[in-house]
């Protein structure tokens, strides 16, 4: 199956060594069948690390990952893939500027001395002249073969033939690309280590998610978002393919209520059949919709049901009551006396009329 990870090009790069690896706090891989939907969640990382949204193309064997890690650790639904464990650099199929190899001695000292583990000052010199021997390699097979794909793992093998001091104690994994240093302490990566109470939770939650039981995946959803997991919007986009309406609405809810919630994933139930997950999607749209976000609060309170228009006009409170006219005076005519009432609180000592109710 053909899937999409939305990365930063620092992480990319790191991928393309080393494969894909669950990174503290997460404890999960994520994909998407969408590349439309993992480049925002790339814009999202990007966005946090200053660095650049990269999408990686892979291609994933579910059914073979499920009974080499485990059924309970391959999540598929709604497009989304979740995967607890990693996976080697091979499921990548295209890398987007990520794996164009070095070909500067400059650049291809400091990619070596990464892929080593090595300080900039004690390792690989770009005068060294099996660096420099190297580096005029890539260039060549680049201008003679420009078609062809220069993997790592043959740079690797060069740079083995070539700077055979530095490669005198390691060995490289062809599956991984991973460099082993022979006789050295094995220590878990800071990145991967987790407390023993937040990995218990963090699998009550996920058995909860799995659960066959609408309740118990409603409250390991909502446990989720009071704790405010890194992953949340991930595991909200997932459970919108849930088979309960409220299991999804609260999904809605929680991206909407997200710093890294994504309109995109709105915008199908803003005009569902459904008023609970389109009351839903149209507040987290006028919630999250910035220059849109008028618009979208006028579609929910000209809504016919009033699930809908309640959920609408809690919003109100974001907008200026002077510049949002429209929006403030539809509210206050509603038939809804809750609808009414929140705008008239809004609006009082505003400049608004002071409208006797309807129902009174």
Known sequence: MQLYHGTTRRSAEQIAIAGFAPRKPSRRVWFAQSKSYALLRAKVKARRSRDRPVVL????DLAALKRKLGSKRVVYRAGIVSINGSLPVTVLRHAPGVWDPPSSEAELAAWLNNVLGLKAHRGIARSEPGL???ARWIRNRRMSQPRSRLRDSEILERAAGWLPEWFANVSIDPATLRVHRHAAELTVSPDLEQTESTAEITDEVEEALASGNARRRLRGLRRLGRAGDPDLVDWCALMLGDDDHTVRRTALELIASSADGDLQLLLPF???????LRSAAIAGMAHLGREDAAEWC???LRDPDDVVRVAAARELLRFDPHRHRRLFELALYDPNPQVADIARKL???QG????KPRWS
């Open 132 to 134: 420099i021997r190297l």
């Open 298 to 300: 006028l579609l929910g």
């Open 57 to 60: 193309v892979c291609d994933l």
């Open 352 to 355: 608004y009329h002071v409208l």
């Open 270 to 276: 803003a005009r569902c059949s459904h008023k609970g």
């Open 347 to 349: 609006s009082a000592h």
